[in-house]
T-cell receptor
Framework: AQSVTQLDSQVPVFEEAPVELRCNYS??????LFWYVQYPNQGLQLLLKYLSGSTLVKGINGFEAEFNKSQTSFHLRKPSVHISDTAEYFC????????????FGIGTKLQVIP | DTAVSQTPKYLVTQMGNDKSIKCEQNLGHDTMYWYKQDSKKFLKIMFSYNNKELIINETVPNRFSPKSPDKAHLNLHINSLELGDSAVYFC?????????????FGSGTRLTVV
């Protein structure tokens, strides 16, 4: 089975500062990795995903993540955050292949301070 | 046009009642899911259907019964509601093969059992 750990429950950051949200995963097989964002009272929206190939993945809204197999990490970064980035961010993992269950982390609340 | 729509958005009901949540997607996706998000924002998969066939059935009380009349619809019926069923229930869909395409989520149904 796969699991994911989000190391920070809350991350406060000033507007226009860079941010990194940390995610580590555990799996004995190859994995797919995802980051989703949830704005208040909304469903989750896919930010980016890693399936294979280049370890640096670019997503929507200026976010990117880097897959590091040796450290079993998939940290999310943005060089300059905006107030509108305030939301809950979920890292997720599944075994590679079709019809696999996706397991979500507990989420990291990003709070952008004006 | 809403891609994944759930009804109702809010549901308040008494213990012991039976209720249903409906989900429809207009994306042409083959796979649909129900997730439960608890008060701590933890997301847990409940069920997954691929083209009307049940493919994931997690450890969920048998008071919960999904029904998929066609691949665009996945409903969730809950019998004998309990206080612990209070949560936000999310419907999601993906292209055939599931996880690697990423999920499209509905905006959720907030169920409150009193």
């Amino acid at each position: 089975a796969q699991s994911v750990t989000q190391l920070d429950s809350q991350v406060p950051v000033f507007e226009e500062a860079p941010v990194e949200l940390r995610c580590n995963y555990s799996s004995s097989v190859s994995v797919y990795l995802f980051w989703y964002v949830q704005y208040p009272n909304q469903g989750l929206q896919l930010l980016l995903k890693y399936l294979s190939g280049s370890t640096l993945v670019k997503g929507i809204n200026g976010f990117e993540a880097e897959f590091n197999k040796s450290q079993t990490s998939f940290h999310l970064r943005k060089p300059s955050v905006h107030i509108s980035d305030t939301a809950e961010y979920f890292c997720a993992v599944s075994a590679a292949g079709g019809y696999q269950k996706v397991t979500f982390g507990i989420g990291t609340k990003l709070q952008v301070i004006p | 046009d809403t891609a994944v729509s759930q009804t109702p958005k809010y549901l308040v009901t008494q213990m012991g009642n039976d209720k249903s949540i409906k989900c429809e997607q207009n994306l042409g996706h083959d796979t649909m899911y129900w997730y439960k998000q608890d008060s701590k924002k933890f997301l847990k998969i409940m069920f997954s259907y691929n083209n009307k066939e049940l493919i994931i059935n997690e450890t969920v009380p048998n008071r919960f019964s999904p029904k998929s009349p066609d691949k665009a619809h996945l409903n969730l019926h809950i019998n004998s509601l309990e206080l612990g069923d209070s949560a936000v229930y999310f419907c999601a869909s993906s292209q055939a093969g599931g996880a690697n395409y990423g999920y499209t989520f509905g905006s959720g149904t907030r169920l409150t059992v009193v």
